[in-house]
C-alpha cells in the first residue's frame, strides 16, 4: 500500500489533513483514513473495496471523506454508534 506520506510531493498536503488519490483503491483509501477516525471502520463490500477512484479528500472529517469516497462507486455509509461507521 502507498501512503500519502510516500510521496514527498504529498506529504505537505497529508499533514495538512488532505488526501490526494490518483487511481487507488477504495479499499487503500479507507485505509488512509481509518487512523483520522477514533472508532471502528467495518466494510462489508468486498468489490467495492476494488474499485479505483481519484479526488482529494479532507481526512480531518473522516465521516464526510469516506463518505464521499463511498458514494462515489455507489456504496452507503451508515453511523451505527459514534464508533461504528459501516460501509456496504
Do not use: C, K
Request: charged letters at 25%; hydrophobic letters at 40%.
Amino acid at each position: 500500500m502507498t501512503h500519502g506520506t510516500d510521496n514527498p510531493a504529498l506529504l505537505g498536503a497529508w499533514r495538512h489533513g488532505q488526501l490526494i488519490v490518483r487511481n487507488r483503491s477504495v479499499g487503500e483509501v479507507i485505509e488512509e483514513l481509518r487512523p483520522w477516525y477514533s472508532g471502528r471502520i467495518l466494510v462489508l463490500n468486498g468489490e467495492l473495496e476494488t474499485r479505483r477512484i481519484d479526488g482529494v479528500f479532507d481526512a480531518r472529517n473522516t465521516s464526510d471523506a469516506l463518505s464521499a469516497v463511498v458514494r462515489q462507486e455507489g456504496g452507503t455509509l451508515r453511523h451505527l454508534t459514534p464508533w461504528l461507521i459501516v460501509i456496504s
